[in-house]
């Protein structure tokens, strides 16, 4: 009995030693971000390849020089064609679970292949739903070749870990493929890509550095493109989000006072952004109701003021950008804060019976109510100066 027991474990071990079909790490490349352009009725496709060697032990290469990243190019009618000539050029295999974000182009955008490229992308099994989406205007390589500040690994930057900045100052909310889908799939929802540009702020012995940045969005439909608007634009889009976790803004203390002035300045930081948006019919008409909550912390001013002043100061500013970024939206054809998909949700029947193709019209008086509550935490007893000034 005990013979045919270890025989019997012998061809066990036998028949299950070895991985056949295992994949050795070292043997596959991983792709970490794609770009994707449209010229000339072809699609243009960026595919970067990270090197994890170089970074996985450190959050920072060890040497400055080392290349962490290579971008392919390839062209063709469809994207999958353009794939598969990617796939010709590799010496191993290509291993898409590490996805990490999408890039668009303008004129990806503007041809309304939005939609093409996410049915696309959403067929590979290994296609991550939490991939971050965005847009840009500037060259998709040069863009995809940016690395981070301070010599950090290029997995560390702005286009594959947005949130990490989002948490200290939330404007622009990132939208991941999961989210673009769910959004453009709802009659009428127009979805906000964050707009990528390259800039030049911070500098080092060698010279000015290229970053990323996001300055702005970009609006689009299933199959259109409404534009961009930027950064200066949708200043109200940060109060109408529940998302926002933190954010702030500098106000004049006089309204005829200059901008520059630094002693007639208040700077506050916002935090616990509430808010709830109702639609309203009014004989046939709908309008809209918003409510915004937040609480107020006051963190730079000259000058000695009070908490109510305060209150009443940064309520009007909040109001005035809500207002401001749905005239810019209306000024595209764009439902920037997304009106008709709160009817449509909260009130379907009504949705149904005023919208035509989907649409609801929007109008300058659409939105009738703008209520904004701000509770102010100065942090002290008193809005007074700290060192007071001497008189001489």
């Not at 679970?97 to 939005?114: I, R, W």
Request: proline fraction near 3%; glycine fraction near 6%.
């Amino acid at each position: 009995m005990n013979k045919k027991l270890v025989m019997l474990l012998i061809l066990c071990t036998v028949i299950l030693s070895g991985c056949w079909d295992s994949k050795e790490a070292g043997r596959m490349f991983y792709i970490y971000g794609v770009g994707v352009d449209f010229k000339d009725d072809e699609y243009h496709l960026y595919a970067q390849l990270i090197d994890f060697a170089s970074i996985a032990k450190s959050e920072q290469p060890p040497n400055p020089d080392i290349i962490q990243a290579e971008i392919g190019h390839a062209n063709a009618k469809t994207l999958n064609e353009a794939f598969f000539k990617l796939y010709q050029s590799l010496d191993e295999e290509l291993y898409w679970g590490h996805l990490t974000y999408l890039v668009f182009s303008e004129d990806v955008l503007h041809a309304g292949k939005v939609s093409d490229i996410m049915n696309t992308f959403t067929r590979f099994n290994d296609t991550r739903y939490q991939t971050w989406v965005y847009a840009t205007r500037d060259s998709i390589k040069d863009v995809m070749l940016t690395k981070p500040i301070l010599n950090k690994a290029i997995t560390l930057s702005k286009l594959s870990d947005p949130l990490n900045s989002y948490k200290q100052y939330s404007f622009i909310e990132p939208i991941n493929i999961r989210k673009l889908i769910v959004s453009i799939d709802e009659p009428n929802y127009e979805v906000r890509l964050p707009l990528v540009t390259l800039t030049k702020i911070w500098k080092s012995e060698k010279g000015s550095n290229t970053e990323t940045a996001i300055n702005g969005i970009g609006i689009v439909t299933p199959h259109s493109f409404k534009g961009f608007l930027t950064n200066e634009q949708i200043s109200g889009l940060q109060w109408l989000s529940n998302e926002t976790i933190r954010t702030g803004i500098s106000i004049d203390l006089k309204p005829n006072s200059s901008s520059g002035n630094e002693e007639k300045r208040l700077s506050v930081v916002l935090e616990k952004n509430k808010v709830k948006i109702k639609p309203i019919d009014t004989n046939g008409d709908v309008k809209f109701d918003i409510n915004v909550e937040m609480v107020a912390i006051v963190s730079g001013f000259q000058g000695n003021i009070s908490e109510p002043e305060v209150q009443k100061i940064i309520e009007g500013e909040v109001k005035k950008q809500i207002k401001k970024t749905y005239e810019e939206g209306l000024n595209i054809d764009a439902d920037v804060y997304q009106l008709s998909n709160q009817l449509y949700r909260k009130e379907a029947k009504k949705w149904n019976e005023i919208q035509k193709g989907g649409d609801i019209k929007l109008t300058d008086d659409s939105i009738r109510n703008i209520h904004v509550k701000v509770k102010v935490n100065s942090g002290r007893k008193s809005l007074k100066e700290t060192i007071g000034k001497k008189l001489r």
